[in-house]
Each structure stands twice: as structure tokens, then as C-alpha cells.
T-cell receptor, first 114, second 111 residues
Framework: GAGVSQSPSNKVTEKGKDVELRCDPI?????LYWYRQSLGQGLEFLIY????????KSGLPSDRFSAERTGGSVSTLTIQRTQQEDSAVYLC????????????FGEGSRLTVL | QQPVQSPQAVILREGEDAVINCSSS?????VHWYRQKHGEAPVFLMI?????EQKGHEKISASFNEKKQQSSLYLTASQLSYSGTYFC????????????FGGGTRLMVKP
């Protein structure tokens, strides 16, 4: 497809389980961002990739969160030992250029931790 | 540190104008504006760069005051389709790679 693709679109899990969220950016986009949006709230920055490199991981909320990007394309956000406060929509966006490029957002992965 | 948006919410009648403000405590490299409709992904509106360059949709206008570290989004002759939540995002000169968004401004346009 032409847009940013995220999967799963919905995920319900039990507290303490691990989850993986996947983002497939637009082909050729070197910049990739992950954001978290809690219900009715703003966009919380999590991590940014330029190619396969994540120069700044300070936005990740805790060491339970990790992310990687392979082949300059697909990215995976992993949350270990999920907690109820992790429930949110996780949005991925990609861009041709960092800082000055238009971000194209995916539809998000809605995570519910019971 | 995330930028601060004001107002938090605004209700307009169709045809009325609105201004949404975004301010930062840091020296900014760029300001980005996005609109998100309920249940949908945010959609790009405009980027304003240090030095005066702007890229965006023709019907949207915005300003960027580098000295004051502020940006404003101008919505004129509002239409029902303008309803949604508007987010400003900023990249500051020392942010490294972070594009940080404000808390959003909820806009509702009524007939």
C-alpha cells in the first residue's frame, strides 16, 4: 500500500504479558517516529529512527519499552511485562526528511491492558 | 519539553475565524501543525522553518515568530470540515531528533 501500515490495529492483553507492535513505513522514508496517545490526550514522543539508528531513546517511558528498525524499513515497538497504564493508541509516522519533512501517520495500534 | 497550545478548546459558527497559538520555552528550528479528527490519524497541515520558509496546504496560513518562540495557526471562514484537534509540534535547536507535540486544541465548528 501507499501509506504507513501498522499492526495489529487492536490488541487486548493481560497485565504482565509482552506485546509487539509493528510499523511498515512508506517506501523510501528514512525517518520513522513512534508516538503514544492516551484517550483524549496529546501525542507523546517515544522514539525516532533515522535509517536503522535511534540516536535518542530518552522518550521511552521505561526500560520495559524497546524498539528496533531493520533494513531501514519495518520497525517493531516491544513492551515487556505490560501494565494497565500502557493502554493507549501507539502511532507510527514516517517522513522523507527529519525535522523538515511532512509526517505520514499510520492508523495506530490500540493497546488495551486488562 | 513539549510546547504549550492555547486555547485548549474553541467552538465556532461556520464562517467564523479562529487563531490557535503555540509557544515554546526553547529556541526553535521548526514548527509543525497537524489536525486529527476523532478516531483518525493526524494529518499534516503545515511546516514553518527557522529563516522563514513555509510548506503546507494553500488554504492554511500560519506564522512563526522565532524571537518569541511562538507560532500561530489562522483558520479563516471556518467550515464544518475544520472540526478536529489541532496539534503543534516543535523541533528545538538542541533537541537532537525529537519532534514534540503540544497537548492539542479541540476545535468544533457548528452550522
Amino acid at each position: 500500500g501507499a501509506g504507513v501500515s501498522q499492526s495489529p490495529s487492536n490488541k487486548v492483553t493481560e497485565k504482565g504479558k509482552d506485546v509487539e507492535l509493528r510499523c511498515d513505513p512508506i517506501s523510501g522514508h528514512t525517518a520513522l517516529y513512534w508516538y503514544r496517545q492516551s484517550l483524549g490526550q496529546g501525542l507523546e514522543f517515544l522514539i525516532y529512527f533515522q535509517g536503522n539508528s535511534a540516536p535518542d531513546k530518552s522518550g521511552l517511558p521505561s526500560d520495559r519499552f524497546s524498539a528496533e528498525r531493520t533494513g531501514g524499513s519495518v520497525s517493531t515497538l516491544t513492551i515487556q511485562r505490560t501494565q494497565q497504564e500502557d493502554s493507549a493508541v501507539y502511532l507510527c509516522a514516517s517522513s522523507l526528511r527529519r525535522f523538515t519533512g511532512e509526517l505520514f501517520f499510520g492508523e495506530g495500534s490500540r493497546l488495551t491492558v486488562l | 519539553q513539549q510546547p504549550v497550545q492555547s486555547p485548549q478548546a474553541v467552538i465556532l459558527r461556520e464562517g467564523e475565524d479562529a487563531v490557535i497559538n503555540c509557544s515554546s520555552s526553547k529556541a526553535l528550528y521548526s514548527v509543525h501543525w497537524y489536525r486529527q479528527k476523532h478516531g483518525e490519524a493526524p494529518v499534516f497541515l503545515m511546516i514553518l522553518l527557522k529563516g522563514g520558509e513555509q510548506k503546507g496546504h494553500e488554504k492554511i496560513s500560519a506564522s512563526f515568530n522565532e524571537k518569541k518562540q511562538q507560532s500561530s495557526l489562522y483558520l479563516t471562514a471556518s467550515q464544518l470540515s475544520y472540526s478536529g484537534t489541532y496539534f503543534c509540534g516543535t523541533v528545538d535547536n538542541n533537541a537532537g531528533n525529537m519532534l514534540t507535540f503540544g497537548g492539542g486544541t479541540r476545535l468544533m465548528v457548528k452550522p
